[in-house]
């Protein structure tokens, strides 16, 4: 297990990703990867480097027991770059995505509690988007996302990235699509992260990273204060490391230049970026770079931990927190065709 070193840090101060499950189940890249009463659900994705349709299998892994099983589900959604949400406490809402034909819009849902899959329909007044892929879908609630990033066609999105809100009736089990009146810059392989805005009374903010030959984030939503009343999953010790590793390197309000289909994960005030791949390089373009955005004061700084091993070069994977630990799953190697089948543990050394 290599550490990485962050440059001009203090003595013994790294990061290194830590193998605890293989599991052949779990080696796919562009899935989805959420976690839903304590267990991850990997949806779909691409098994291979090269794949035309995508996967259909829905996996859950049991990160206490460090299990993974293959939810026998009937019909579930073929899909790859698409984004899912949890929803009320038992459902898994898969949105958008590619098909292996074309890009959709659709919402499928797996009702955890009677291990079926739903398809949900559009409710009267919705305005989807022309399709979805390499998008992003944010949690605000149990009846609302926000989804942002690439619609399908050309139609606009060489020029600016539609911003939509996702009405959901787990009840009627229908969703309904609301175009926003503001745009992004267009953004395809980004991700997502919502954060509070430093100060007494904190405000949340949705920013999206990279997908774009851009090194700004940029806000797609903002709530004021009490607005948003989601409860973030608590992790005081990995927020602990992080706030003692961005202190022994350098910040910078300069972030990672034109990175997509990496992975983000929100701790606390801190989003964690990991991989991906650059648009700014011809050649060895994935990346096994770490990346902290450290809100907490004004204006937010960029913290960069590069690192030596090249085998832990990962695009198109996911990060999930649960019980005060961040974790890696599948996402495709160096040669970004081989799915890796690990699941790591991200461990400070601060």
Request: charged share 20%.
């Amino acid at each position: 297990m290599a550490v990485a070193v962050p440059p001009g840090g203090a003595g013994g101060s790294g990061w290194a990703w830590r193998p605890v499950v293989r599991d052949a189940l779990l080696a796919r890249a562009f899935h989805s990867c959420t976690e839903l009463r304590g267990r991850f659900y990997l949806v779909g994705g691409l098994l291979a480097g090269g794949a035309k349709e995508p996967s259909s299998d829905t996996v859950a892994f049991d990160p206490a027991g460090g299990q993974a099983v293959k939810v026998e589900a009937r019909g579930g959604p073929k899909r790859s770059h698409h984004d899912a949400a949890p929803v009320g406490g038992r459902w898994l809402c898969v949105v958008g995505g590619w098909d292996g034909s074309r890009r959709v819009a659709a919402v499928a849902a797996l009702d955890a509690e009677l291990g079926v899959w739903e398809a949900w329909t559009a409710a009267p007044g919705n305005c989807p988007p022309a399709g979805l892929s390499s998008h992003t879908c944010t949690r605000l609630s149990d009846r609302e996302l926000r989804v942002a990033g690439r619609e399908g066609g050309t139609r606009t999105q060489r020029r600016y990235g539609s911003i939509y809100t996702l009405k959901l009736d787990p009840s009627a089990r229908t969703y309904c699509y609301k175009e926003e009146g503001c745009h992004t810059a267009s953004r395809s392989g980004h991700c997502a992260a919502l954060l509070q805005t430093p100060g007494p009374h904190p405000a949340h903010q949705l920013l999206l990273f990279g997908g774009c030959n851009s090194a700004e984030p940029e806000v797609a939503g903002h709530w004021s204060y009490g607005k948003i009343k989601e409860e973030p999953p608590v992790a005081p010790r990995l927020m602990e490391q992080l706030a003692r590793l961005v202190s022994s390197g350098q910040g910078s309000r300069q972030g990672p230049w034109g990175l997509r289909h990496h992975s983000c994960s929100a701790v606390g005030p801190f989003a964690v970026l990991f991989g991906g791949e650059t648009l700014t390089r011809s050649r060895d373009t994935i990346c096994n770079d770490l990346y902290i955005y450290d809100t907490r004061k004004s204006p937010s700084l960029w913290f960069h931990f590069p690192c030596a091993d090249r085998g832990l070069k990962r695009v198109g994977h996911r990060t999930c927190l649960w019980n005060d630990q961040l974790y890696l799953v599948g996402g495709f190697g160096e040669d970004g065709k081989t799915a890796s089948p690990q699941v790591c543990i991200l461990d400070l050394f601060v």
